[in-house]
């Protein structure tokens, strides 16, 4: 059984930055196409990022590209998110979350093969 336990959320006012982390425990990390997604309130949870096995190949949602950063250590089985510029609009619970779909060229895994979810960080944005 995987566990993922996100951390580094909190309140930054508009055009600061934060970053978040997600360690993870149990099962093969380095196997895993890792995602980060978010969820604000009376929304749907969207997807934010994702990230190949290496670490060689990142993805974003347009709403955040240019302005977050996904990356993993292996070793350290924790994958991040670097976040900048940030806006009110990016107020949301993040979560990690970790894909055992064997991958594609474009290394896309469907929010509904994400088989490991952590239980989110809060972060908000005030303007």
């Known amino acids: 059984q995987v566990q993922l336990v996100e951390s580094g959320g909190g309140l930054v006012q508009a055009g600061g930055s934060l970053r978040l982390s997600c360690a993870a425990s149990g099962g093969t990390f380095s196997n895993y196409i890792m995602g980060w997604f978010r969820q604000a309130p009376g929304k749907e949870r969207e997807f934010v990022a994702r990230?190949?096995?290496?670490?060689?190949?990142?993805y974003y949602a347009d709403s955040v590209k240019g302005r977050f950063t996904i990356s993993r250590d292996n070793a350290k089985k924790t994958v991040f998110l670097q976040m900048i510029s940030l806006k009110p609009e990016d107020t949301a619970v993040y979560y990690c979350?970790?894909?055992?779909?064997?991958?594609?060229?474009?290394?896309?895994?469907?929010?509904?093969?994400?088989?490991?979810w952590g239980q989110g960080t809060q972060v908000t944005v005030s303007s």
């Open positions: 979350a970790a894909c055992t779909k064997r991958p594609d060229s474009n290394w896309y895994c469907p929010t509904r093969e994400y088989a490991y």
């Open positions: 990230l190949s096995w290496s670490g060689s190949s990142a």
